[in-house]
């Protein structure tokens, strides 16, 4: 009998051991239930690619390790980790950590570290504790310390119903946590609100250059920059309640960021792909001063014959076969005498006539359909003849600026020296080529980038300049508008191509996600090259740099020394001639031969 009591007291405890895990585990499937709904809405308002659950490593009772989701992938670490979660996952991603008072540091450090570049990232505290206000001052602490932006505190309080509260994260002007009073709006939104503002937050700005600089006003006061494009950081921080401090080296060593956009090392562009735009991409190249000269090679780009050659052939083909067709059919109807040779339609004077707009003979008893033709030719050659006089007109009154030099090799034959800044010299020396200033430029000078400008806009010709290719469009309607471009480049005298450029912000910068969107607007709607004019005019005043806009700049008056390839042109065509009167003598005695040959 005690036998059986002791069978029936082991099952008993054996039940109860197996049931403890259903019994917890229906304690925490309300929270579960709760985190699902939550993903869900955060979902909703933006994608999520992957879930990262972050949790203590001698955390036991974490419920996050017993969540699951079909739909979205889960990585689940402990602070023990060491990678990178830029390296291998999308940026479109959510965080959750299962926190506690006693792991409140070493989990946010840790968590830090593998968000390296995703730190602005959506980020959920998930605690079964009641928050103190000592704990909420120390995760935002931390929060501001590691440029957390987008964080949420979900206090489950240790309820088995899941009577939870939130406590959302406002980062600026300083980090504070303010609960959710009414928890049916985190279905409106559960990070902070959209309309981003960073209500007067200072940030620490650097002039890359500051020899020459222009006062903007700002939201609180003046601020000097030192090209259009860092017009950009003006307008951002107007748009977003920014407050620019200039960086003083004497007082600290940090800056959040440098104007003047900087090129971006191949080492570099992982980390900063989300920030860098296609519309930022700029070439280096070096401009170097424009010819006088019109050589016959430029005066046939110019005219671009070949396109019109390709219009003319078919019709004067096609116009020479029609009316030698109709000549020999109508002069054996009327039984007359016609003699068609195989150069007669190699030059059909006519036709050149008619195409050119010029008048030209009718030939003796022409019949209708041949009238016909000459009509229809005669139509096309006005309209043509008209269209090519004025690109004739427009290339030999107003040509186009060609370069002196053309190519690397041209230019170190010139003797010219090149101009460049000492950051554009460092790059290409540290991240292109540490020998191409020895062997491709080897004559070249360092001066100061306001220095270059002034050498630029002062139509000063003796030198070369290496600059970027998004600022040479404005330098060039400038120098149009003071009567003269005297500089031009070529696709040969490109140093590196398209590549991307971008502020220097801080690892982990606050600014780099707003700023990226701000720039993609900006440059979508054309406003940089308008501030560039203006700077660059600006400039002008301020070193008073002549201004020639009054000056004629119509149609530039002929010279002979410009029309040297029309002589070229004289030469070929008296060559042809003679070959042609070579091949007539050729023919004429090939006929005579055939004539005197005697019969078989």
Same mark, same amino acid.
């Given at each position: ?16 051991i197996?049931?403890l ?5 229906? +304690?925490? +499937? ?8 939550l993903?869900?809405i955060?979902?909703?308002q +933006?994608?999520?690619e ?10 036991? &009772?974490?419920?996050?390790k017993?969540?699951?989701?079909r ?7 402990t ?6 979660v ?12 299962c ?15 593998i968000?390296a570049n995703l730190?602005q990232?959506?980020i ?16 935002? +602490? ?7 932006l ?6 489950m309080g ?13 980062p ?12 049916l709006?985190i279905?409106?939104?559960?990070? $902070?609100?959209?309309?981003f ?11 890359y250059?500051?020899d020459?600089?222009?006062p ?9 920059i030192?090209?259009g494009?860092d017009?950009?950081i ?13 960086? &003083? ?8 960021i ?7 090392r191949?080492d ?11 519309t930022?991409?700029a ?36 116009f ?13 109807m ?5 003699r068609?040779?195989?150069l =007669? ?24 359909s041949? /009238? ?7 139509i096309f050659?006005?309209i043509?003849?008209?269209?090519f006089?004025c ?9 186009l600026?060609? $370069?002196?030099v ?5 230019l ?6 090149t101009i ?28 100061k980038?306001v220095?270059?400008i ?5 139509? =000063? ?17 400038v ?13 040969d005298?490109?140093i ?16 780099? /996600? ?6 993609a ?8 090259p ?10 002008? /005043? ?5 201004d020639?806009? &009054?000056m004629v700049?119509?149609? &530039? ?9 029309l002589?070229?042109l004289?030469?070929?065509g008296?060559g ?11 023919l ?10 005697p019969?078989?």
């Open positions: 009998m005690s036998q059986s009591k002791m069978k029936k007291a082991i099952q008993m405890f054996l039940i109860i197996l049931s895990p259903l019994m917890s585990g229906s +304690e925490q +499937e309300p929270q579960l239930r709760i985190l699902n709904k993903v869900k955060i979902e909703s +933006e994608v999520i992957t879930v990262i659950t972050f949790q203590h490593h001698q955390d036991k &009772n974490c419920t996050l017993d969540w699951n989701s739909e979205i992938p889960i990585l689940r670490t602070e023990l980790s060491s990678f990178e830029r390296r291998f996952l999308s940026k479109y991603m959510l965080a959750l950590v926190i506690d008072g006693d792991f409140d540091n070493t989990l946010l450090n840790a968590l830090a570290k968000l730190r990232q959506r959920i505290l998930w605690t079964q504790r009641k928050p103190t206000k000592k704990f909420l001052a120390d995760i935002s +602490e931390q929060a501001s310390k590691f440029r957390f987008q964080l949420l505190v979900v206090s240790h309820h088995s119903k899941g009577v939870l509260s939130f406590y959302r994260l406002h600026f002007p300083s980090a504070r946590f303010i609960k959710v009073k009414n928890n709006t279905k409106s939104h559960v990070f $902070p609100d959209p309309i503002n960073y209500k007067g937050l200072s940030a620490i700005v650097k002039i250059h500051s020459f600089t222009v903007i006003k700002t939201n609180t006061g003046f601020f000097p030192a090209s494009e017009m950009e003006v307008e951002f921080s107007r748009r977003y309640n920014l407050d620019l401090k200039l960086y &003083n080296e004497n007082v600290s060593d940090h800056f959040d440098q104007l003047t956009p900087r090129f971006i191949e570099d562009i992982l980390a900063q792909s989300d920030f860098v735009k296609a930022s991409a070439s280096l190249l070096v401009v170097v001063p424009c010819s006088n000269d019109r050589s016959l090679k430029d005066f046939l780009r110019n005219l671009d014959l070949q396109t019109w050659l390709l219009y003319l052939l078919p019709v004067y083909g096609t020479v076969v029609v009316e030698s067709l109709v000549l020999v059919m109508t002069y054996r009327t039984g007359q005498t016609f068609l040779t195989n =007669n339609p190699l030059l059909n004077l006519r036709a050149f006539r008619a195409i050119l707009g010029l008048p030209f003979p009718e030939l003796h008893r022409t019949s209708l041949l /009238r016909q033709l000459s009509l229809a030719i005669t050659g006005f043509f003849s008209n269209c006089s690109k004739l007109s427009a290339i030999l009154t107003k040509p600026p060609r $370069p002196q053309t190519n690397f090799e041209e170190r034959a010139s003797g010219l020296t460049t800044d000492l950051y554009a010299h460092s790059f290409i020396e540290n991240n292109i080529d540490p020998k191409f200033f020895n062997q491709v430029i080897p004559k070249f000078l360092i001066i980038p220095d270059r002034k050498f630029i806009l002062s139509l =000063n010709d003796s030198y070369s300049y290496i600059i970027y290719s998004k600022n040479w469009p404005y330098y060039q309607k120098l149009g508008s003071m009567g003269k471009i005297n500089h031009c480049t070529s696709k005298l490109i590196v191509p398209n590549l991307p450029r971008m502020y220097v912000l801080q690892s982990n910068s606050i600014f780099k /996600r707003m700023l990226s969107i701000f720039l607007y900006v440059q979508e709607a054309g406003l940089t308008y501030w560039n004019r203006g700077i660059l005019q600006v400039l002008m /005043r301020t070193l008073k740099l002549k020639e806009r &009054n700049t119509g149609p &530039n008056p002929l010279t002979l020394q410009q029309l040297k390839y002589w070229h004289l030469a070929i008296y042809i001639a003679i070959a042609a009167f070579l091949v007539e003598i050729f004429r005695k090939l006929r005579a031969v055939r004539r005197q040959e019969p078989v």
